[in-house]
């Protein structure tokens, strides 16, 4: 009925796997997404918040997900399904979930692709003029939807091709640019006079603006930083060798994620504020500030802002090209397409919801579903709330309905690698993690303003319970 194990592909290598995982991890979601976050949420005080997020609940989420995988050898619905039936629908909601995101990150990724091109046709001639320049750019109506589209096509191409072939090969060749481009824009930054506002931003906490909505918004970070909470990471576990060490790697990925944040975080802050900008400027944050870092370093700038603009699109590439393939691994293992169609289908459907958020940026602002726009409806509803439900039925089936026994075979590789902190790991799963995710998740709901959007994405997740034996 599930797919056969032995003729389940897998990763090439260790490291091609570590890059993949890396590559899902490390995206828009750091560099575009942190460092207007945390601008949003005050700063210092979020970023530990955050901090504690990752250590504490990202890291034993990422172990389960993996292990989840490749005991399975299964993507997110039929992993659930193939243990236990009634839990199907956690598998969906993840499926769910990765179609939401792929409903507006192609969008930031099209806009990344522009600026590559941009940052090459006077973009930072101006510098005056790049804020109102982004604003009219992400509010037109053909224009980044070109680029949307552009930007899915390649995914596209990429995911087609399968998983080892393309994905693979995409990350190990693209990913590492990005972390010499952060350090050569840090440096920079940091050295603009008034930088050492932003450093103070970033490290002195002011805790007088924390609320439930700020724990939530660090805890829907951490998740979508990390690609957790919507089987993305059990899907990529699934095809990951017997041999591989799951807590080593899931570490790995983790630290450099969160590296990749903080030095997005470097990247942006000491130069907002040597420019006198708000941290609160939202989704505009980085395509505004980076260029103008560039626009103040002479002739060498446009090259530069274009090879960032590159890496940052390739950054984003390897993770929505992992989002595309939640979707499609899905519709392979359980509705039995082939991967061609399987991803005609997905990418179909997703770009018809990239359509809408990149107009709702413009023309279609007026339209609002529960009280906000259509970007915003799939960004809110996946990150506040999807995604961390999404981690909590994942931990509470991982401590609640699998075999420990199970569980320790696979994650010490049965019994060959030494994993001491087995115990702890466990019993974080299967206690902590579920109860602290209740807790946030009914302080920041309550905090927050869109509460009719979140009872409408609590009641989405009821009725993927109720029909999910169709799935
Ligand atoms: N982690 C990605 C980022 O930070 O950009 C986004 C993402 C990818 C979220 C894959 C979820 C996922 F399954």
Redesign the pocket.
Known sequence: MQTNKAQRENWGTRFGFLMAATG???????IW?FPYITGENGGSAFIIIYLLCIIAIGLSIMIAEFAVGRRTSLSAVGAYKSQNENWTFAGALGVL??FF?MGF?PVVGGWSLAYVFKSATGLLAAPEAISSAFDAFAGATIEPLIWTIIYMVINVIIVAKGISGGIEKASKVLMPALFALLVIVIIKGINLPGASEGLAYLFKPDWSQVTGGTVLAALGQS??????G????ITYGSYLGKQERIPADATSVVAM?TMVAIMAGLAIFPALFAFGMEPTAGPGLVFVVVPAIFAHMGNVGPLISITFFAALTV??LT??M??LE?AVSYLIDEKKMNRKTATYLSAGIMTVMCILSSLSMGSLSGIKLFGVNFFDFFDILTDKIF?AIGGMLLTIFVGWFMRKEDLKNEITNNGTLPFGLFGVWYNIVKYVIPVVIAVVAIAGIAAIEQKSLMLFGLLVIVLLGVFSRKL
Do not use: H, K, P, Q
């Open positions: 899902s991890a490390v995206g828009l979601g750091n997404r979930s990765a995101i990150y998740f979508f930083t990390l690609s957790l919507m089987g993305c990471m994620d950054a984003a993770s929505s992992s989002l939640v995604l």
